[in-house]
């Protein structure tokens, strides 16, 4: 069993930033990519971006492109997503999942989600 | 991006009963499709990768076909534990999801 750890859930006003972290096991860190998906309530899930932590290659989804950025810090087997200029649309839980390295959509673990809310 | 788009949008079973979704994409993807099932509170966990292949661990009820435009996703006898909602995703270009099936019981 992979175990992906996420931050805790998250309040932020709109306009300001959020930062998610996403701790992995070493092997995840070294062999795969991880990537963020988020799910707003009742709706569909929604790839965002993915990196290969041992590259630091980055791919995102067009929709964020500019608006979200993803790192990974080698030392600590983290990675983050921070997403800036928030708005009400971007209440959701976001997933960190372990992913393939050469094509990203091969999600097999997961993290168990970070709720982020934005509200006034 | 690839729309993908399932039906039925929720479906109501009995114990034992075969179960059949399908997942359409909007131009040709290949194989390049999963199927995932996703229960309230959790996380989606990866059953059928590539269009057809069983991920470990996962009970051999489930199974998933098609390749090109069109997919079926089956549940060959409803156990309790399966009342989720079940997402289909392509990767041929980047990851899109369907609009999920929900999985009552009757």
């Known amino acids: 069993q992979v175990l992906l750890v996420q931050s805790g859930a998250e309040v932020k006003k709109p306009g300001s930033s959020v930062k998610v972290s996403c701790k992995a096991p070493g092997d995840t860190f070294t062999s795969y990519a991880i990537s963020w998906v988020r799910q707003t309530p009742g709706q569909r899930p929604e790839w965002m971006g993915k990196?290969?932590?041992?590259?630091?290659?980055?791919d995102y989804a067009q929709k964020f492109q500019g608006r979200v950025t993803i790192t990974a810090d080698k030392s600590t087997r983290t990675a983050y997503i921070e997403v800036t200029s928030l708005t009400f649309d971007d209440t959701a839980v976001y997933f960190c999942a372990r992913d393939r390295p050469a094509v990203a959509g091969h999600f097999d673990y997961w993290g168990q989600g970070t709720l982020v809310t934005v509200s006034a | 991006d690839i729309q993908m788009t399932q039906s039925p949008s929720s479906l109501s079973a009995s114990v034992g009963d075969r179960v059949t979704i399908t997942c359409q994409a909007s131009?040709?993807?290949?194989?390049?499709l999963n199927w995932y099932q996703q229960k309230p509170g959790k996380a989606p966990q990866l059953l059928i990768y590539d269009a057809s292949n069983l991920e470990m661990g996962v009970p051999s009820r489930f199974s998933g076909s098609g390749s090109g435009t069109d997919f079926t996703f089956t549940i060959s006898s409803l156990q309790p534990e399966d009342i989720a909602t079940y997402y289909c995703q392509q990767y041929d270009d980047l990851p899109t999801f369907g609009g999920g099936t929900k999985v009552q019981s009757k």
């Open positions: 990196i290969i932590p041992i590259l630091g290659k980055t």
């Open positions: 131009q040709g993807i290949g194989t390049f």
